[in-house]
């Protein structure tokens, strides 16, 4: 069954240094997702992507963040300067519909645990 | 405030009970989905409801999206220890948007 990966599954960085967090999205899909879990909190919206493009993101989403689809198979977040309240799961997901009133049914990947020291 | 309220927070329960998680907001969802979390992994797909009123069944776990599409909720029947896990509900407002709100999580323990 197709499923979405991502990578590393851990990565521990120095404050102020740029991450790059890597997701592959199940491959028929056309929408693709970001979102965090700090520890022991809800999983939190951050960006949706579609066409190139970003489609809508959330207040956390500033500019020290950025996505992009380098490449047919690859999406990516990028966080500029990493502050130590980044620390959290970071999960992909992707999904075929993005429209409100069709199923809206996104699959998530097993998420990248982002250490800030 | 887009909310989605899931309760209980925590349940316990022994091995064959039966027990419902419900999830509730104030505003209409287009769907909703209701995920199971193990520590350290990403969620994992249950079902999507989309219909008000719809009931779908999974093995010993039935799913209801409300009438008004605001709420629903997951019965689980004689349930096992395997059950144990986090379970969120996560919904996509009927407002055009395509985010994901997730619930706050139902953390079910359930003791053989």
């Known amino acids: 069954e197709p499923e979405v990966t991502q990578t590393p599954s851990h990565q521990v960085t120095q404050m102020g240094q740029e991450v790059i967090l890597r997701c592959v999205p199940i491959?028929?899909?056309?929408?693709f997702y970001w979102y965090r879990q700090i520890l022991g909190q809800k999983v939190e919206f951050l960006v949706s992507?579609?066409?190139?493009?970003?489609?809508?993101k959330s207040e956390i989403f500033d500019d020290q963040f950025s996505v992009e689809r380098p490449d047919g198979s690859n999406f990516t977040l990028k966080i500029r300067s990493t502050k130590l309240e980044d620390s959290a799961m970071y999960f992909c997901?992707?999904?075929?519909?993005?429209?409100?009133?069709?199923?809206?049914?996104?699959?998530f990947g097993p998420g990248t645990r982002l250490t800030v020291l | 405030t887009q909310l989605l309220e899931q309760s209980p927070q925590f349940l316990s329960i022994q091995e064959g009970e039966n027990l419902t998680v419900y999830c509730n907001s104030s505003?209409?969802?287009?769907?909703l989905q209701w995920y199971r979390q193990e520590p350290g992994e990403g969620p994992v797909l249950l079902v999507t409801?989309?219909?008000?009123?719809e009931v779908k069944k999974l093995k010993r776990l039935t799913f209801q999206f409300g009438d008004a599409r605001k709420d629903s909720s997951l019965h689980i029947t004689a349930a096992q220890p395997g059950d144990t896990g986090l379970y969120l509900c996560?919904?996509?407002?009927?407002?055009?948007?395509?985010?994901?709100?997730f619930g706050t999580g139902t953390r079910l323990k359930v003791l053989a």
């Open positions: 997901a992707s999904g075929t519909s993005g429209r409100a009133g069709r199923t809206d049914t996104q699959y």
């Open positions: 491959s028929n899909h056309l929408y």
């Open positions: 992507f579609y066409n190139n493009e970003i489609s809508e």
């Open positions: 505003s209409v969802f287009s769907s």
């Open positions: 409801v989309v219909t008000g009123g």
């Open positions: 996560a919904g996509v407002m009927a407002s055009g948007t395509y985010k994901y709100i």
